[in-house]
């Protein structure tokens, strides 16, 4: 691998990682491409290029994915995790769900399976593939 893909590389990976740590809060394209000092066409081509998916896709996957944890672990309404996990109107945060995990976020409280296994394994089988 070259240097230069490698550069490349560790901006995607720094991106990534500040959407993992800060899900929750507001991010758009123009922050996500300072931190990874790139311009913002240039950042959300190569973050798909790179990940398989647009930035926007991947912290909406990611924002679900926490979301699942918090209704199968929580008695939070469904409205106060759409609102913790970074979703502006509880609508979106439903469409979305269902979109990646298949069926509605009561649906899956309702269905989720108990889970007596450590969280990394959990968040292993458990996550969203879309």
């Known amino acids: 691998?070259?240097?230069?893909?490698?550069?490349?590389?560790?901006?995607?990976?720094?991106?990534?990682?500040?959407?993992?740590?800060?899900?929750a809060q507001p991010l758009d394209v123009p922050a996500l491409a300072r931190i990874a000092h790139v311009s913002q066409a240039h950042f959300t081509r190569t973050f798909r290029a790179t990940f398989g998916e647009t930035p926007h896709r991947y912290l909406q996957r990611?924002?679900?994915?926490?979301?699942?944890?918090?209704?199968?672990?929580t008695d939070h309404s469904v409205t106060d995790i759409c609102f913790q996990v970074g979703f502006g109107s509880p609508g979106t945060f439903s469409r979305t769900f269902r979109e990646i995990v298949g069926r509605s976020p009561r649906t899956y409280r309702k269905e989720a399976p108990a889970m007596d296994v450590p969280t990394c394994f959990a968040m292993a089988w458990l996550r969203p593939n879309a």
Do not use: G, K
Request: hydrophobic content about 45%; aromatic content about 6%.
């Open 62 to 73: 990611r924002r679900v994915e926490r979301a699942m944890f918090l209704l199968r672990e």
């Open 1 to 23: 691998m070259s240097r230069a893909a490698e550069d490349t590389n560790r901006r995607m990976l720094r991106a990534r990682d500040a959407m993992d740590r800060a899900y």
